[in-house]
């Protein structure tokens, strides 16, 4: 159980240009979902908290213009960049946290988007 | 700013050995503590989670916990060379911050044959 999927595992785009990663609980529903960005030997960031029907709450120095998030349904939550830059290359990885799970506030992390803008 | 402090390693243990992983925090009403282990290029795996003060053992690793000390340990035993990873201690405080996690730098540690 408690399994999260992102779509695609690595993508290659053209400076300028927006990507959209998608991530999914399968086996769960997920009130909350979580973005992180994590660069090469550096820990995880948290970029912004996703939650079902409302808008996504950004951590400080993250452009919600540029990281545009939609938590549509309870297994689905899709987070594009716009605009790409070099600098937005990393890995992106999704987290989510079950609704009908223990007291425990567990994150199940999907298997990451590594994303390469040329 | 809460902050969760991990010697960054790479610490090398031999197979078989006990490897021993440290954490601090500076929160002090965290009250939710996880450990992550990443392999290169992978997304993080939870390994284990503690709430309370003590220890909790499960299969090879056990969890420790002191909030006195705001500190929280993982202990692996018998380490195997695949246990080599980058382990990544993870903090979530009680109330407010809308369930996030602090995560630290994370700890190499490499299992020598």
């Known amino acids: 159980g408690a399994v999260v999927s992102q779509h695609p595992s690595w993508v290659i785009c053209k400076s300028g240009t927006s990507v959209k990663i998608e991530c999914r609980s399968l086996d769960f529903q997920a009130t909350t979902m979580f973005w992180y960005r994590q660069f090469p030997k550096q820990s995880l960031m948290l970029m912004a908290t996703s939650n079902e029907g409302s808008k996504a709450t950004y951590e400080q120095g993250v452009e919600k213009d540029k990281f545009l998030i939609n938590h549509a349904s309870l297994t689905l939550s899709t987070l594009t960049v716009t605009s790409a830059h070099p600098e937005d290359s990393s890995f992106y990885i999704c987290s989510a946290r079950s609704y009908a799970t223990n007291s425990y506030n567990e994150q199940f992390f999907g298997p990451g988007t590594r994303l390469t803008v040329l | 700013q809460k902050e969760v402090e991990q010697n960054s390693g790479p610490l090398s243990v031999p197979e078989g050995a006990i490897a021993s992983l440290n954490c601090t925090y500076s929160d002090r009403v965290s009250q939710s503590f996880f450990w992550y282990r990443q392999y290169s290029g992978k997304s993080p795996e939870l390994i284990m989670s503690i709430y309370s003060n003590g220890d909790k053992e499960d299969g090879r690793f056990t969890a420790q916990l002191n909030k006195a000390s705001q500190y929280v340990s993982l202990l692996i035993r018998d380490s195997q060379p695949s246990d080599s990873a980058t382990y990544l201690c993870?903090?979530?405080?009680?109330?407010?911050?809308?369930?996030?996690?602090?995560f630290g730098t994370g700890t190499q540690l490499k299992v020598e044959l």
């Open positions: 993870a903090v979530k405080e009680f109330t407010g911050g809308g369930n996030k996690l602090t």
